[in-house]
């Protein structure tokens, strides 16, 4: 019997409905995935919460969801700040130990406020670095789309093992096990993002294997290999979670040789959209591939009609990958998630995308992301997307600082392509990668690496911290 058996007779101990919903605190551990199937089978809703989380953020989110069971789980779910938060904590052999009574600030239920059900749901909670904080509801009908979809595109055969260290929080980091699952792979989890170094080991002792990047953890990876290492036991390389640069392509096919590297475009909202074939990965630096089977896109534009193919617009998704919507926020479902006449749900991503002449998928810039610089507004990502044509950048972040006057200034944090480029390097080389003066960085700091999250993501509006040899532009 495995552990999601014994969870789900413990869970149906726990006065617990259909629809009802269980938070599960913790981190990258083998026990999520086996208590997702036991919450699943007994269709109550799991909400998934990472214990590096501020205090602060996670009473919001069990609050927002209304969890009527909080459970802690894996070595830091069950030791970490956030014990005082938790319920009961998941035992290895799958029993719940219960840590007293529930707390009574999350006796009352909340309601989804969704039209669809929501039991076997899937709520994944965003970290609110970029805004409030959102609840995106994925039903099990999506989960098993998306996984066998994703699966079958990635070419994964039983007997590859995927190497994760992304956390199950990160929609991104969750389906690893979904996959693992689906096709037969061996899981070999990495307990956070951040440990770079035991990533690195872990693809050295690894065989056939799978390894899920973002880019910024996938720069941070190249920086921390020697010079001209190769790993041709890694067979299948997924990228996604923001812009690459010309160099960091560049040093991901030499890594891996043997590797299908795939460059994929996704928001948790409809888990997947598109991906770039791997033959294309050198080729179309910047491209999100075209659409995987099941999924339509269109670039609309402000009056909801489909532009021309080179004409920016929203992309818009429809497909089975679309989820529910946003847990107890049905203004913002009802903008995002919109019924066409015929019942078809349609998901606006707030994305800026064009369609190059090929039918390939090109981003742009979010539509929340804009800036205010010189009188302008602009976006700090297409901006970023044009200076990571530079040969000489790994990884780069862009903030804006303001100097003695109040005057907005942009700054970049960059991780350059080898530790003989200087500042002064990039600097003219981005001269030659900008479509408008005004867009250059005024300040270029070269770093070592960039501050990442669980998700392995940067970390928003972190300050850059220089390398002891690098200087200011």
Known sequence: MDMSDSLARALSKQNLQPGDVVAAVGDNSVEIWALLKATTSLGLAIAIINDSWSARLRNLLLAKVGAQLVIGYGPRGRQSAAANQVDCRLAEDGSLASEGERQAARAARVSSQLEGSVEGALIFCTSG?????????????????????????????????????????????????????????????????????????????????????????????????????????????????????????????????????????????CKRVAYLDPAEFLQRTYSCGREMAGVTAEIVGEDGNPVEPGTVGEL????????????????????????????????????????????????????????KLRDERVSLASIEKELRTSGLVLDLSLRIEEDDLGIPLITAAVVPENPSISSGDVLRSFRECISKPGHLPHRVVLVNEIAITEHGKHVAGAPPQPAPQDFAA
């Open 129 to 269: 670095s970029t805004g409030d904080p959102k609840c995106v509801v994925s039903t099990p009908r999506n989960r098993e789309f998306s996984a066998l979809t994703i699966g079958n595109y990635l070419g994964l055969t039983e007997g590859q093992c995927v190497i994760n260290a992304l956390s199950p929080s990160f929609d991104y980091g969750l389906y690893q096990g979904l996959l693992a699952g689906r096709f037969g792979l061996g899981m070999d989890l990495v307990r956070s993002a951040q440990m770079t170094g035991e990533l690195l080991e872990r693809i050295r002792k690894g065989r056939r294997i799978v390894l899920p990047l973002t880019p910024a953890l996938a720069a941070r990876l190249c920086r921390g290999m020697p010079a001209g290492e190769r790993f041709p036991n890694v067979e299948i390389v997924s990228l996604t979670g923001g812009a690459t640069s010309a160099g960091l392509r560049q040093k991901l096919a030499a890594a891996f040789p043997s590797a299908k590297i795939f460059a994929m475009y996704g928001l948790t909202e």
């Open 316 to 371: 818009t998704i429809e497909g089975e990958n679309v989820c529910l919507g946003y847990w107890g926020d049905p203004e913002t479902t009802r903008k995002r998630f919109r019924k066409a006449a015929d019942g078809r749900v349609v998901l606006f991503t707030g994305d800026r995308f064009r369609r190059d002449k090929d039918g390939f998928l090109e981003f742009i810039s979010r539509n929340d992301e804009l800036v």
